[in-house]
């Protein structure tokens, strides 16, 4: 039996409830929660209080973009847009189920970096930087592609918050060597090959976690190695309409089409300025909604890179790319959608075009 969160015994919940009904008795699977989005936002604070484990195989009837948003931020597995018909919650069971086998790497907290630093001969740090664009633009992914590293290296997945990947007694060359083989495997999408920072005075220290923050700021000082422009293509004819990258190529090496570079950050992603390198350059701002001014003069709408990790039918993602792109105030401007893997280009040919799409569901993507 599914729980309803907050219990509040409204018309709305017992619409849902009878929907739920029908599929129990369907024999479809339900989850072990449904949030429904309330006005005060108490059911962020009951979810908050689950298990990350619980609230990836849980849904959200929601009722505005920025409860979604909030779903999102939690793991939630599935949404839905209230009213909910029985197809979409379907979907939105299917998404959380699928969510619920996704392997959880916890935070590493004090005790782990006392016992890496009791048992270790040599510490060090892999992450990429600067680290405040790749948690923007690539979020939980980040997390997935250290963890595949991890698992490549034969090491303890130990993953601090900022997310760099602590690794014991690995040289390196190792260290490179995991990351080809992980990439050329099909790993989830990343920047470039990752900065390796030596943790000095970590070994046999009462305060590794010192020595850890130390070696934190230095990989963020460190020099982010160049990545090469990263092809941006239309749905759904695949098209190749233009680049993005950290910075400008000064050699102008990225090819024919516009141009794209982060500028300041925004509470959400980065304000982007595109163009040609004609002197014909354009602002775009990462939203998630139509109704920021600039959002409503700019020529294309793009999302925020971290919003797109879980992007399909019935997860929270697809519920808010979905409205953009079906939102009439979008006119025919493009919809931007990057960090897109193979599942989120099959979702997105479902909705109307003109998309353009980067990612490593992308044909080129990385390359």
């Known amino acids: 039996m599914t729980e309803v969160l907050p219990p509040a015994a409204d018309l709305r919940n017992h619409a849902l409830q009878s929907v739920l009904r029908h599929l129990e008795e369907s024999g479809y699977p339900t989850p072990p929660t449904l949030y429904v989005e309330d006005a005060d936002g108490s059911w962020v604070r009951h979810a908050a209080r689950r298990p990350v484990e619980r609230r990836r195989s849980s849904v959200l009837a929601a009722t505005t973009g920025a409860g979604v948003v909030d779903a999102i931020r939690l793991q939630v597995g599935g949404a839905v847009w209230l009213p909910a018909s029985t197809p979409a919650m379907e979907a939105a069971c299917e998404a959380a189920a699928a969510a619920r086998h996704r392997p959880s790497v916890p935070w590493a907290g004090e005790d782990l970096l006392e016992l890496a ?13 600067p680290r405040q664009l790749w948690r923007r633009q690539l979020g939980r992914r980040l997390v997935d592609r250290l963890s595949v590293l991890a698992e490549r290296l034969r090491c303890v997945p130990v993953v601090l918050p900022a997310p760099a990947l602590l690794v014991a007694d690995r040289s390196p060359a190792e260290i490179e060597s995991a990351w080809r083989e992980s990439t050329d495997n099909g790993g989830v999408g990343a920047p470039g090959p990752p900065v390796v920072q030596d943790v000095a005075g970590a070994v046999g220290s009462t305060e590794p976690a010192a020595a850890v923050a130390r070696a934190l700021a230095a990989m963020a000082e460190a020099s982010a190695r160049r990545l090469r422009p990263q092809p941006v293509h239309e749905l759904p004819g ?117 998309i353009w799409v980067d990612g490593p569901g992308v044909p080129g993507a990385g390359s």
């Open 238 to 354: 695949g098209r190749r309409v233009g680049w993005w990258a950290p910075e400008l190529d000064p050699e102008g090496s990225a090819g024919d089409g516009w141009s794209a570079v982060p500028r300041e950050p925004t509470p959400v992603g980065h304000v982007w300025q595109l163009g040609t390198g004609y002197g014909d350059w354009e602002t775009v701002v990462d939203a998630l909604d139509l109704d920021d001014d600039r959002t409503a003069s700019a020529p294309l709408l793009r999302v925020p890179g971290w919003f797109a990790a879980d992007l399909g039918r019935g997860t929270p993602a697809g519920l808010l790319v979905e409205r953009l792109a079906r939102d009439p105030r979008r006119a025919a401007r493009p919809l931007w959608v990057p960090n897109v893997d193979f599942e989120g280009v099959q979702f997105l040919l479902s909705l109307p075009a003109p």
């Open 117 to 129: 630093a009791s048992s270790a001969a040599e510490l060090r740090l892999v992450g990429w930087v």
